[in-house]
């Protein structure tokens, strides 16, 4: 029953930025978005996470339409590092619900 | 500060076994929810504790239990192994509420044979 869709892939060229869309058409009032991104074999990695404005950190960018019902999630300079399955998730109360992500492939 | 620590990282136990994950989380955490990883269903929730109470969970059978201390460490119990049980469970905590960061460990690789 997860709440969001991605596509399942992506390729991204190193230094240029990536651009991740999601979807989340049925998002409610109170429902944080959150990324998460998962390289193999490792636990989530903890990205960004909003409302309803947009967010910046030292990783990367969030930008959630007005409405809410989709948001992105920018990496400005992607590195071979960035390679990696990245979730969007709506979070649910004490619960994130995970849908099945994007795969990112940074390419030199 | 120490981020989530969970343990073993890797095991393997027999069919009809029953196995029980550690987890500790952040200093200050209080809530440590659980996690089942498998390449079929990906990333699936089995449950969230909060002050040693079970607050939220998932669809999993009674098989999959938990529990949490006092001190906020969690442990998670699954009896009766099945092969289909083999998977990566994660752990994660948070400090409570909507709007917080929520952090996950590193796993334990769990393999049934």
């Known amino acids: 029953d997860a709440k969001t869709t991605q596509p399942p892939s992506m390729d991204c060229a190193e230094g240029r930025a990536a651009n991740l869309p999601c979807n989340h058409s049925?998002?409610?009032?109170?429902?944080?978005v959150y990324w998460y991104r998962q390289i193999h074999s490792q636990g989530p990695q903890y990205i960004i996470h909003?409302?309803?404005n947009n967010e910046t950190n030292e990783m990367a960018s969030l930008i959630i339409t007005e409405d809410r019902k989709s948001s992105t999630l920018i990496l400005p300079h992607a590195t071979l590092r960035d390679t990696a399955v990245y979730y969007c998730?709506?979070?649910?109360?004490?619960?994130?619900?995970f849908g099945q992500g994007t795969e990112l492939s940074v390419k030199p | 500060k120490a981020g989530v620590t969970q343990t073993p990282r890797y095991l393997i136990k027999t069919r009809g076994q029953q196995v029980t994950l550690s987890c500790s989380p952040i200093?200050?955490?209080?809530?440590v929810s659980w996690y089942q990883q498998t390449p079929g269903q990906g990333l699936q929730f089995l449950f969230e504790?909060?002050?040693?109470?079970?607050?939220n969970k998932g669809n999993f059978p009674g098989r999959f239990s938990g529990r949490q201390f006092s001190n906020s460490r969690s442990e998670m119990n699954v009896s009766t192994l099945e092969l289909g049980d083999s998977a990566l469970y994660l752990c994660?905590?948070?400090?409570?509420?909507?709007?917080?960061?929520?952090?996950f460990g590193e796993g334990s690789w769990l393999t049934v044979v």
């Open positions: 994660a905590s948070s400090l409570d509420g909507l709007g917080v960061t929520i952090y």
């Open positions: 049925t998002i409610s009032g109170n429902e944080y």
């Open positions: 909003g409302l309803k």
């Open positions: 998730i709506v979070r649910g109360g004490g619960k994130l619900i």
């Open positions: 200093s200050g955490h209080r809530s």
């Open positions: 504790y909060f002050s040693e109470t079970q607050r």
